[in-house]
Every structure is written in structure tokens, then in C-alpha cells.
């Protein structure tokens, strides 16, 4: 589960900002909101799903970038020695803040355990690093470092300090441009390799656009019965009129030989296939008479597509209790669907194992008090030198929980929304030209 999501100096942001995760002492107006959308873990209360606004170039997708820029260096900083160099990207906006450190912190919990896990970078190197955790009543650390000079508990984390106890005249294994976490897991170090095999497999960052991969996962799905079963009841609940899906396996060696070649080089050894999906086929009268069989890619919406394509990952994450992250959620969907999976994860019923959902919306449909808390909703604002911020709709003042959210969002109550007055201007200068 994740507490909360702290960076700074990363792309638009220039200062630390945070995203919560942890639910306030606010009420909703409808009891049943306050039920259903948090859930109690040890000391915490936590939200399960947030919304994230803001005007187009605002820095949304910067907040999930940012993150998924820490998981990365986390995994691959001791096998890709410029990883850090390559990812990380300060603010450029302002004087002397690109040399200035990048700052990434995650709260979370492993196995009920509260750990806070961070390091700062610069200059494509590791400049501190820290692990804390409470296991107890009170907060201790694990491991603290500055530069090349690691502190360990030998307490909570002794597996690690034969990692600094480096005879003289020898270089450590980690080294300034990788995580000393990545290190330790990479020796197999049982924490370390236990928190960052949980950060590669509870956190899933999907893109509401670019959906070839999940494609692929979701064609691969299809050969489990069971999945089929409930990827049929998705499909049917989401009333996009279709019955079933199936998919239509290619045998390659039924093709001519020069496109078999072709298949092959594309495919990398991957299975060949397509999906048909079942519609039904009414007469005058309103009756079914039959039914017919149609590919889900030459002959369905691009809404349609992108249902079964987030469909295993929302399943995964409802199952096993992950944190899914999806960016332009609302492309090719329609706003009833965006709702429904937003529901899913909201709902006790459908979500037993208390997943987390996080996405980064322009659908205001989902700015409603049935459906949300204040706190599930944050705003992302860019001031007029360019620096972007982050803050939840609770921290406004003056907002009553019986507030019509999306009206009060696009009015600009809330900011976070573009400007466009001066748009029209444009046109209308033009037109007294021409006059």
C-alpha cells in the first residue's frame, strides 16, 4: 500500500510536492463514500483510489513520470551506470535549480510495516540515500547515506553491513551512480531484495495512450479460462453489446513462407492471434436471430480496444491488491466507463484486498461527491514562472462536502484549469482587420 509520493526539482516541479494517499478527517456528504473508498491498516487510514487534474502542460503526467522514474533507477541503477544521468530532468526555469538535488521519497507499507524509502540526485549521481521503517512504536532507520558513506542499523538491516565493510585498498560494490537498495538486492540482501521485488510487482504505471503492450498481455490472458469468464462479465457489464470474446489462434505454418518470415521477425517467438468478439443480430421485430463474429481491432471503437486491453491489469490489481497508475485514463473511454472501473476500486464488494488506484483524468464526470471524497481529488496548478504544484481539494479552504465539484473545477474555482479568454481575442482582432 502506498502512504504517499514526495518529489521535487523533477521536470515542472520545482519544489518537493506530495501526493497523499493517507484519507483526512473530512466527511463526505454521503455516509456511505466514507465506508467504501478508505480502508484502515494499522495506524493509517488510506484512500483507494485518487484523481488527478489540471490544465493541459500543467505537469499531471510529470507526477506518475516522476515515479516512474524512481522505480526505475531503484531496479536498474547497478547494471546501468548512467541510468540516472539519463532520467532524471531537473527544472530548467529557473537559475542555478538544475544543479540543485532531485528529490524522491516513498512511503508505503510491506507486510503492515511502515517504511519511508528516498535519495537525492545530482549530476547523474547519488548524493543521499534512506531507509526508515516501524516496525515498532517509533520510527528507526535502516540505512543512512551520504555520498559513498553507508550507516547501518545493525539491528534492523545487519545483512547489508557486510556491503560496508570494505577491506583497504578496495572499492565498495555500490558505487556513486547506483542505489545502495539496488545493491543490496542485487547481493541478495533478503529485505532489500524483498522491498524492491515489491515495488516491481505491486506497482503497475500504465499509459492511457499507448496501449500495444497491454495489448499483448491481454491477448496472452485470453488462453486462461477463467480470465475469459470474467473478461466476458466485464464486457457485458460495461453494455458495449458484446457477448463474448474469444481468441482465433494462427497456425504459422499454414502462411506463405515469406510472410511466415516476416510474422516471425515481428513477433519474437510470440504466439500469432487475433480477438473475435459476439454480437448479437436482431430482425425488424426487435428479436435475436443469430449471432455474429467480429475482430476486435478492424471492426471495434478504439474505447472498446482499450477496455480489454486495461482489463487483465485491473483484474491483477483488484485480485492481488496492487497499486495500478494509469495516465490519460479517460482517452477512448467513455465517461460511464471511467466511472464503473473508479467504482470497482471503491467498492468492498470488488475490491477485498484494498487495491489502490491513482490516475491522471480530464473526465469531470468523476468530480462528483457520490463517487468521491475530497481528498481522492488533487489538482495540479502551474504558477507564471512555470513551477508546478500539487494539492488536494481538502486543502482548499472554504470548500463544504456538499460542494458541486466538477461545476466549482471548471468555473476556475479551484485553478488548475487553462485560461482561454484571450483566445478569443485572437480571432477577433483578426476580424476587425479584415473589417
Do not use: C
Not at 540526485?121 to 516496525?135: A, H, I, Q, R, Y
Not at 511466415?260 to 436471430?289: C, D, H
Not at 491489469?313 to 495500478?324: D, N, P, V
Amino acid at each position: 500500500m502506498i502512504v504517499e509520493f514526495s518529489f521535487g526539482n523533477f521536470r515542472s516541479f520545482k519544489d518537493i510536492q506530495t501526493l497523499h494517499l493517507q484519507a483526512t478527517k473530512t466527511k463526505s456528504k454521503y455516509p456511505y463514500i466514507d465506508e467504501n473508498n478508505s480502508f484502515p491498516i494499522g495506524k493509517y487510514d488510506l484512500l483507494k483510489s485518487k484523481v488527478i487534474y489540471g490544465a493541459n502542460a500543467s505537469g499531471k503526467t510529470s507526477v506518475l513520470r516522476a515515479l516512474v522514474t524512481f522505480l526505475r533507477i531503484i531496479q536498474d541503477s547497478f547494471k546501468k551506470e548512467d541510468i540516472i544521468e539519463a532520467m532524471i530532468e531537473p527544472f530548467l526555469l529557473a537559475e542555478g535549480q538544475s544543479d540543485k538535488p532531485t528529490f524522491f521519497q516513498i512511503s508505503f507499507l510491506y507486510e503492515n510495516i511502515p517504511f519511508r524509502y528516498g535519495a537525492q540526485f545530482s549530476n547523474g549521481k547519488v548524493l543521499d540515500e534512506w531507509l526508515f521503517g516501524t516496525p515498532g512504536q517509533q520510527e528507526v532507520y535502516y540505512f543512512i547515506r551520504e555520498g559513498m558513506d553507508v550507516k547501518i542499523n545493525e539491528n534492523k538491516f545487519k545483512e547489508a553491513k557486510r556491503l560496508t565493510n570494505i577491506p583497504k585498498g578496495e572499492q565498495p560494490i555500490y558505487s556513486e551512480t547506483s542505489l545502495f537498495l539496488t545493491v543490496a538486492n542485487a547481493s541478495h540482501r533478503k529485505l532489500a531484495k524483498n522491498l524492491v521485488s515489491y515495488f516491481k510487482d505491486s506497482f503497475v504505471l500504465l499509459s492511457g495512450l499507448d496501449d500495444s503492450g497491454m495489448m499483448d498481455r491481454a491477448l496472452s490472458e485470453l488462453e486462461d479460462h477463467a480470465f475469459k469468464q470474467k473478461l466476458n462479465d466485464l464486457m457485458a457489464a460495461a453494455d458495449l453489446g458484446i457477448k463474448s470474446v474469444e481468441k482465433i489462434d494462427i497456425n504459422p505454418e499454414d502462411l506463405p513462407e515469406d510472410v511466415k518470415k516476416q510474422l516471425s521477425e515481428l513477433t519474437e517467438g510470440k504466439k500469432l492471434g487475433f480477438v473475435v468478439v459476439a454480437k448479437e443480430i436482431f430482425n425488424e421485430k426487435g428479436n435475436k436471430v443469430s449471432e455474429i463474429n467480429l475482430n476486435l481491432h478492424t471492426d471495434e471503437s478504439a474505447g472498446t480496444k482499450k477496455m480489454f486491453a486495461l482489463s487483465p491489469f485491473i483484474f491483477s490489481a483488484l485480485e492481488e491488491g496492487k497499486i495500478l497508475f494509469i495516465d490519460e485514463f479517460d482517452a477512448r473511454l467513455h465517461p460511464r466507463l471511467t466511472r464503473k472501473i473508479v467504482e470497482l476500486f471503491n467498492s468492498k464488494i470488488t475490491n477485498p484486498r484494498n487495491a489502490q488506484l491513482i490516475v491522471v483524468s480530464h473526465d469531470t464526470n468523476l468530480l462528483d461527491a457520490k463517487l468521491l471524497r475530497r481528498d481522492q481529488i488533487s489538482l495540479v496548478d502551474k504558477d507564471k514562472y512555470g513551477a508546478s504544484s500539487i494539492k488536494s481539494l481538502v486543502e482548499f479552504k472554504g470548500i463544504r462536502n456538499n460542494a458541486s465539484f466538477e461545476k466549482d473545477y471548471l468555473d476556475g474555482k479551484y485553478g488548475a484549469v487553462p485560461f482561454l479568454n484571450q483566445m478569443d481575442s485572437l480571432f477577433i482582432s483578426e476580424n476587425l482587420e479584415h473589417a
